[in-house]
Each structure stands twice: as structure tokens, then as C-alpha cells.
């Protein structure tokens, strides 16, 4: 089993909609990340945790929510999806100053028609 | 604003040339990483860079770490086709990590 999961992989949902993406980790560590991926831009931070009373915004919060439910658990939710929030998204985890920098999950395909 | 940029962007080249990716970032850090993404597929850690003068390597691939010039390469020796990837550089600012735009690498036969 992955050490971060992702669900769901792919989505396809209607402009309007509200989604939830979610992230669960078994690595044990306590900083969790949401990233999207455009092609051509990267990864750009959306959400980040440090702990579970400790969330702060990213880059390009705009439209998005979070909640760190767990240790082990951090969800996006997109509350109105748009059609340029089309993206592929990450969550990952690190440890602090740790050597091994991010882990990432699988990824989610979300596609706002 | 605190950027990171790779380049080249795209990059094509044929098995068993050299190529090197640069990465320059616009603040100072002393932790950078290397990543690699096959199409479709999650990010893969490379290299863990801690220190200005950090130089690792596996395989056909090498990296290095110069902190004061804020910049670091990927230089790829001999290249064959499994290489052919999209590269990621990030580095460590502040508890967040920042992303390069990526290089897209195709090996050639």
C-alpha cells in the first residue's frame, strides 16, 4: 500500500459542484501539503499543515478549503469547482528539516466541465 | 516573490549524449531536491541536496549544489531512454517547498 493515498484518483464533476479530494498518510509525519499541476507551471502550493490546529494558506488558495481531520488526514475541497481549477492534484507529507523532503501521493485528475 | 526556474523547459536528445538541467532559485536556501515524474505518475524523490558544495549521483545521473550561486544542475551522462521523464527542482524556504516549472526529457534512440 502507498504511503500517501489519494482518493479519488480520477474525477470529473460539473462546474458549480462542490468536491472534496481526499489525503491519508501512513508515514507518520505531520506536515501535509496540497499541491496542483498545471502543464508549463509546475507545482504550485495550494493548503499547507503543520499539525492538525495548524493550516495555512498556499500560493493559490483562492477557491479552495481544507481540513485536517487526523494526523493522518487532510482533505481539499474545491466549495464551487470552475473550469480552471482543472488541474492534477498532490497532497504530500515531509517532516520537518527532514532529509528526504516530500512524499507525494498518487495524485487526483480533476476535470470541472 | 521567491522563484524557482529550470531550464531548458523541454529538452531532446539522443541516447548516449550529455545534457545538464539548471535550476536557479532567487532566495537563499540550502536545501534543494531533484524529482522525477513519469506521465501521468506521482513524484518520484532523486536527490536530497544539503549543502553548498553537495554533489550526488546514481546512475547516469548527477547533481550538484552551489548555495551561493543559488543554483543547481542535473547533469545526465550517456543518456538512454528510461531517462525520458519530466525533472523537478524544489527548494526548502520557510517550511514550504517551491517548485520548479519542470524539464521534459525524451531520449531518443
Known amino acids: 500500500d502507498a504511503d500517501v493515498t489519494q482518493t479519488p484518483r480520477n474525477r470529473i464533476t460539473k462546474t458549480g459542484k462542490r468536491i472534496m479530494l481526499e489525503c491519508s498518510q501512513t508515514?507518520?509525519?505531520?506536515?501535509m501539503y496540497w499541491y496542483r499541476q498545471d502543464p508549463g507551471l509546475g507545482l504550485r502550493l495550494i493548503y499547507y499543515?503543520?499539525?492538525?490546529?495548524?493550516?495555512n494558506k498556499g500560493e493559490i488558495s483562492d477557491g479552495y478549503s481544507v481540513s485536517r481531520q487526523a494526523q493522518a488526514k487532510f482533505s481539499l475541497s474545491l466549495e464551487s469547482a470552475i473550469p480552471n481549477q482543472t488541474a492534477l492534484y498532490f497532497c504530500?507529507?515531509?517532516?520537518?528539516?527532514?532529509?528526504?523532503?516530500?512524499?507525494f501521493g498518487q495524485g487526483t485528475r480533476l476535470t470541472v466541465v | 516573490e521567491l522563484k524557482v526556474e529550470q531550464n531548458p523547459l523541454f529538452l531532446s536528445m539522443q541516447e548516449g549524449k550529455n545534457y545538464t538541467i539548471y535550476c536557479n532559485y532567487s532566495?537563499?536556501?540550502?536545501?534543494l531536491y531533484w524529482y522525477r515524474q513519469d506521465p501521468g505518475k506521482s513524484l518520484e524523490s532523486l536527490f536530497v541536496?544539503?549543502?553548498?558544495?553537495a554533489v550526488k549521483q546514481e546512475g547516469r545521473l548527477m547533481a550538484s549544489l552551489d548555495t551561493k550561486a543559488r543554483l543547481s544542475t542535473l547533469h545526465i551522462t550517456a543518456a538512454v531512454h528510461d531517462l525520458s521523464a519530466t525533472y523537478f527542482c524544489?527548494?526548502?524556504?520557510?517550511?514550504?517547498?517551491?517548485f520548479g516549472t519542470g524539464t521534459s526529457l525524451t531520449v531518443i534512440p
Open positions: 541536496l544539503l549543502s553548498n558544495g
Open positions: 499543515s503543520f499539525d492538525v490546529k495548524d493550516i
Open positions: 504530500a507529507t515531509s517532516l520537518p528539516r527532514d532529509s528526504w523532503g516530500a512524499f
Open positions: 508515514k507518520g509525519h505531520d506536515r
Open positions: 524544489a527548494v526548502e524556504v520557510g517550511n514550504q517547498f517551491y
Open positions: 532566495t537563499t536556501s540550502d536545501r
